[in-house]
């Protein structure tokens, strides 16, 4: 079951991108290492920020322990203590917010990077 979340900047509010994933772990930070890398030059956002993890049928975010703390609908999280996500949280990683848009079924199992998507959206 893929998530499909779209991410936007707090500086740009203009810019949004719309990404779907369907990997057990995707990890989140300003590395280009990360499946999600989030220009950060101000380095708010760690090099290994946050994970979107995939338990079952179920996605959950995690912190990394990270310097600047990961939000989940405004409340930051614990590190290392994954809470689960639902259609509409918010995650607050840095300047960017990432909504979870849905979760729905699909037989893929690769990561799809679609900023098309997010544009066929709008």
Not at 36 to 43: A, G, I, V
Not at 46 to 71: M, P, Q, V, W
Request: charged share 30%; proline share 5%; glycine share 6%.
């Amino acid at each position: 079951m893929p998530a499909k979340i779209v991410i936007t900047r707090d500086n740009d509010p203009h810019w949004e991108s719309g990404r779907e994933f369907t990997r057990k772990v995707v990890t989140i930070g300003r590395s280009a290492s990360n499946s999600l890398t989030l220009d950060d030059p101000e380095k708010w956002i760690s090099r290994r920020h946050a994970e979107l993890k995939k338990i079952g049928s179920e996605y959950f975010i995690c912190d990394c322990g990270s310097s600047n703390a990961t939000y989940l609908n405004r409340q930051p999280l614990l590190p290392h203590r994954p809470q689960l996500l639902h259609e509409g949280d918010t995650i607050k990683i840095g300047h960017y917010t990432l909504t979870c848009v849905r979760f729905y079924e699909t037989g893929k199992d690769s990561l799809r990077l679609s900023a098309e998507a997010a544009a066929d959206d709008r």
